[in-house]
């Protein structure tokens, strides 16, 4: 199974504003958090069954919260995560589908949450081995980051990595070396020498110089992938409860999302 960074790591939640007159809104969208957040952690202690169950549950709050509301995109795309932690591809596929389909919808073909929805599918489809599915999806996800975000941001050198690693998997180092080489320069650049993802490009880069080392799927490169999914999960704070009347943003990555 790849190794992967939890969405919540990578991704900061939005102050919610607090709204009056929505009590049945809220304990829905309370419900649909506490959900989220248990899901999540027992995601990230390979408590996968349990995940599974917390997440689904946080999936039927959001299909009430309406079409178009960022936390369905959210949802689905946990419930594929831990889907896909478990080897039920099948399953996973057509919610990532959905929740890249509502991000493009919602934000727009170039904005950078569809090059991170983008790089998760292809994640999906490389730990599948289906490599002539993902190689597209991987440089769209690329161009998508280096047009919305520019050339030496973090989400940039993600898509960088996880591309490299699928040249990996199909022992085309040539092809791999360059692009880790290229990710290991910007994190290095913008994270300092001592991030972890410094020390995971690192790494990467020896072994696929190297020919690879085995990995737990049997391949010749290190199958790590960083996913980033939107979470939209933090404690309740002085700006109040989840609520009703979230919009999606007009700028910025992470899928953070503001309400009324």
């Known amino acids: 199974m790849a190794t992967t960074r939890c969405p919540t790591a990578a991704l900061a939640a939005a102050l919610l504003l607090l709204a009056t007159g929505v009590e049945p809104a809220k304990a829905q969208s309370s419900s649909w958090q506490t959900y989220m957040e248990s899901g999540q952690k027992a995601y990230k202690a390979g408590e996968y069954g349990k995940a599974q169950t917390l997440l689904e549950s946080a999936l039927k709050e959001a299909e009430g919260f309406g079409p178009n509301d960022p936390r369905l995109p959210a949802s689905l795309a946990w419930v594929a995560e831990v889907y896909k932690a478990q080897g039920k591809y099948d399953q996973a596929e057509p919610l990532c589908r959905r929740s890249l389909g509502i991000v493009e919808k919602s934000l727009g073909p170039e904005h950078s949450d569809v090059g991170a929805?983008?790089?998760?599918?292809?994640?999906?489809?490389?730990?599948?081995?289906?490599?002539?599915?993902?190689?597209?999806?991987?440089?769209?996800?690329?161009?998508?980051?280096?047009?919305?975000?520019?050339?030496?941001?973090?989400?940039?050198?993600?898509?960088l990595n996880n591309f490299a690693g699928l040249y990996c998997d199909q022992s085309k180092y040539d092809q791999a070396e360059p692009l880790y080489r290229r990710s290991l320069a910007i994190r290095e650049k913008v994270l300092g020498p001592d991030h972890p993802d410094v020390a995971q490009s690192l790494n990467n880069l020896a072994r696929g110089r190297n020919g690879g080392a085995a990995s737990s799927r049997g391949g010749q490169c290190p199958p790590y992938g960083i996913i980033r999914y939107p979470t939209f999960t933090?404690?309740?704070?002085?700006?109040?409860?989840?609520?009703?009347?979230?919009?999606?943003?007009?700028?910025?990555?992470?899928?953070?999302?503001?309400?009324?």
Request: aromatic share 8%; glycine share 10%.
């Open 117 to 159: 929805s983008l790089n998760n599918l292809a994640e999906l489809y490389r730990a599948q081995g289906k490599y002539d599915e993902a190689e597209p999806l991987y440089r769209r996800s690329l161009a998508i980051r280096e047009r919305a975000l520019g050339p030496e941001h973090p989400d940039v050198a993600t898509s």
């Open 234 to 260: 933090s404690p309740v704070s002085r700006a109040g409860p989840w609520l009703a009347g979230c919009r999606w943003p007009r700028r910025g990555g992470g899928l953070r999302i503001r309400c009324r």
